[in-house]
T-cell receptor, first 111, second 114 residues
C-alpha cells in the first residue's frame, strides 16, 4: 500500500534543459510535501517543500507544483546541471508528523 | 556542529548477533527520527522522538528492535538477534522545534547480516 508513488525509476535529461520529476499520492490527509535529493553513500538532503495551501513554491532553479485535485506534485529543475544527477525522493506528511517517502527517481543529466 | 552524525558507517555481523547504532542529531533539534532504506526503495519510517519521549513506532519495528534517547540528545537503535532481512541502510534524521518533518539526515549506517 504505497501512499507516495514515483512511477518513473529513472529519467535522463540533457544538460541545460528542464528536468521534470513526478509524484502521486493517495492520502488526502497529507498537508505537506517535500523533495529530497540523495547522492550515493549519503543521506537524503532536503531540497524544497510545499504546503497544501499553496500550488507552487520556487527556490532558485527548483520549483515544486502541487495539484491537490489530482493528488499530484512535480519538481521542475531548470536549467539542469551535471551536479543535479542524483536520486530524488518525493515525500509527504500529515499534520507535521513523520514523512512517507516514494521509491525515488534516478535523474541522469547528460552532457 | 556540522550535521547529523551516525556511527558506525558500516556494520557487518553474523545472523543472531546484536548490533547497536548511534545517532547524534544537530544540537538544537528536538525531534529525532530513525528510518530504514533497502535497495530500490525509499526510506521507511521506524520511529521518532521528541526530546526523550518516543512518540511513535512503526509496525516495522519488531520486538527485536529498540530505540532510546535517554537525555533527549543522542539516540541509539539496537537490533537483537539479527536476521538477514535486517540488512539495510539505517538513517537518522533530526528537525528543529519549528518544523516537525525531518530536515537533515545523517549518512546512515549500512548493516549487512551474513
Amino acid at each position: 500500500d504505497q501512499q507516495v508513488k514515483q512511477n518513473s525509476p529513472s529519467l535522463s535529461v540533457q544538460e541545460g534543459r528542464i528536468s521534470i520529476l513526478n509524484c502521486d499520492y493517495t492520502n488526502s490527509m497529507f498537508d505537506y510535501f517535500l523533495w529530497y535529493k540523495k547522492y550515493p553513500a549519503e543521506g537524503p538532503t532536503f531540497l524544497i517543500s510545499i504546503s497544501s495551501i499553496k500550488d507552487k513554491n520556487e527556490d532558485g532553479r527548483f520549483t515544486v507544483f502541487l495539484n491537490k485535485s489530482a493528488k499530484h506534485l512535480s519538481l521542475h529543475i531548470v536549467p539542469s546541471q551535471p551536479g543535479d544527477s542524483a536520486v530524488y525522493f518525493c515525500a509527504a506528511s500529515e499534520s507535521d508528523d513523520k514523512i512517507i517517502f516514494g521509491k525515488g527517481t534516478r535523474l541522469h543529466i547528460l552532457p | 556542529d556540522t550535521g547529523v552524525s551516525q556511527d558506525p558507517r558500516h556494520k557487518i555481523t553474523k545472523r543472531g548477533q546484536n548490533v547497536t547504532f548511534r545517532c547524534d542529531p544537530i544540537s538544537e533539534h528536538n525531534r529525532l527520527y530513525w528510518y530504514r532504506q533497502t535497495l530500490g526503495q525509499g526510506p521507511e519510517f521506524l520511529t521518532y522522538f521528541q526530546n526523550e519521549a518516543q512518540l511513535e513506532k512503526s509496525r516495522l519495528l519488531s520486538d527485536r528492535f529498540s530505540a532510546e534517547r535517554p537525555k533527549g540528545s543522542f539516540s541509539t537503535l539496537e537490533i537483537q538477534r539479527t536476521e538477514q532481512g535486517d540488512s539495510a541502510m539505517y538513517l537518522c534524521a533530526s528537525s528543529p522545534p519549528i518544523s516537525g518533518v525531518p530536515r537533515v539526515f545523517g549518512s546512515g549506517t549500512q548493516l549487512s547480516v551474513l
